[in-house]
């Protein structure tokens, strides 16, 4: 398996145990024994897929709707990368202008499948950057770096408010997380560090964020904050 590939867990989901079976095989072939293949029937599709990279969902299932599935999946894991499969080719029609990510042909010959899973290992990595990856209760989660207002420090915490109010507190240090953010983020104090585009209004010793949020600004980073926030805002 290329050690520059993320992609570490797979969810294959078929009625059908030998299509699952079959192709569980084939993914571990072309990934290596390393990855985890994690097998469900369209029934018990659950959302243990929640850390999946990349899911797999049989079009064709006869206990439930595997359009139905793959949104309630795409939910809970807006990272992974989620594909039907069929062994019809025309069964490609079935996701035609929806959002998801492509099609697999399960009949394609043995060359083409695992170029196919290679380039869907790359586009994960690539998809990978609009995220900031942490672990939580022992599980790894995935957060949209679009959805972050700011990050505070609480002791040995990091505390993540997303912009619908939720509150994920990990136990990580604030320069982990600043590995994880792009430049759209500014450290704003020892223990805040603020999306850019939440801020509403800057004040001498503090930060409005579009939300109603205060936030301290620290004397350390106060000239650093100003640079970025002047062009647009007054103080």
Known sequence: MNRDLYMERVVIISDISEIRSGLASRVKATLGDQIQVRMQTGKDASLQSRDADLILIHTRMSRASSLEVAKRMKKENPAALLIFFSENQEDVDFILGSEFDSFLWLNDTEDRLPQMLRMFSERYNSRL??????????????????????????????????DDGELISVYSTMDEVLQELDDS?????????????AIRELHRDFLKLKDGSLIPVSRTYAARAKQRIFPTMKA
Request: cysteine-free; proline content about 2%.
């Open 129 to 162: 950057e609009q995220f900031v990856r942490v672990k939580r209760r022992n599980r790894r989660q995935l957060l949209p770096k679009s959805r972050i207002l700011y990050v505070e420090r609480d002791y040995r915490k990091i505390i993540f408010h997303m």
């Open 185 to 197: 983020y500014l450290r704003i104090h020892n223990s805040y560090v603020v999306q850019e585009k």
